[in-house]
């Protein structure tokens, strides 16, 4: 892969969420990547952390100029409004692919590169989404517990999208910058636990039964659970509130984007 040059807010823009990471974040892993993936940039939105966040990304940038951005929200709004705000300002200035990325690289860094590379090789497709398959050869770490339950919300989720998708949940997705897209990301979240879903709602409702030509699932080779994760087993009981919730009012008020 090419290295240095380019401006990664024409082509890849990875939103990054973070509160109170300081502890878990990897910066030379971030840099790394970017520093050797000529077009490739990071925004880490910084969800009103009380640590030292967004220092450690702010030290971490100038190693890479203008390959790693900080964009601070003014008060913790929660990781789907920071999402939401990363990839709306990711899109305003100019990139054409956009997505995000766990701050606790559960997903490694490295797993973006076939992403993006299936979004370059196929006009065609609007989006990865990163899936979390155990398959010989993978290295897929899962918690038990969570792998099981996460297996039925899934099954949930993809009846009430209506939409034959494996794993709604694995924080490593990619889009390409459409109209459609914007739509989408228009107004904020009503779910704050599963905006992976509620996102690919309105995509569904805006692209129809087409969605399923134009998203690919691309089964990760490695992913871990990470200690420190702040999602515990209690909170599929709102997941399940919310996915309802979605199933009810699936699109937005007069969304209608071809």
Known sequence: MATGGGDPWRDVAVVVPCFNEARRLDMEAFTGYAGTHAGTGFLFVDDGSSDGTADLITRASQEVPGLLRLHRMPENVGKAEAVRAGMLRAMASGARIVGFLDADLATPVDELEPMVGL??????L????????????????????????????????????????????????????????????????????????ELLSRLRAARGDRLSEILEEYPLRTWRDVAGSKL?????GRALVE????????????????
């Not at 979004?119 to 065609?124: H, Q, S």
């Not at 996915?243 to 071809?258: E, F, K, M, T, Y």
Request: aromatic share 8%; glycine share 6%; net charge positive.
């Open 119 to 124: 979004l370059r090789a196929n006009p065609e």
């Open 126 to 197: 609007e989006g990865v989404l990163g899936s979390r398959v155990r398959l010989l050869g993978h290295r897929i770490q899962r918690d038990p517990h969570r792998h099981y339950l996460g297996r039925v919300f899934a099954t949930l989720a993809s009846l009430i999208l209506d939409l034959p998708v494996y794993d709604t949940q694995c924080g490593a997705k990619l889009f390409r910058a459409t109209d459609a897209l914007r739509t989408a990301l228009e107004a904020p979240f009503r779910s704050r636990w599963i905006f992976d879903v």
């Open 232 to 236: 515990r087993i209690r909170d599929m």
């Open 243 to 258: 996915l309802d919730r979605i199933r009810r009012a699936p699109a937005l008020p007069g969304q209608a984007v071809s």
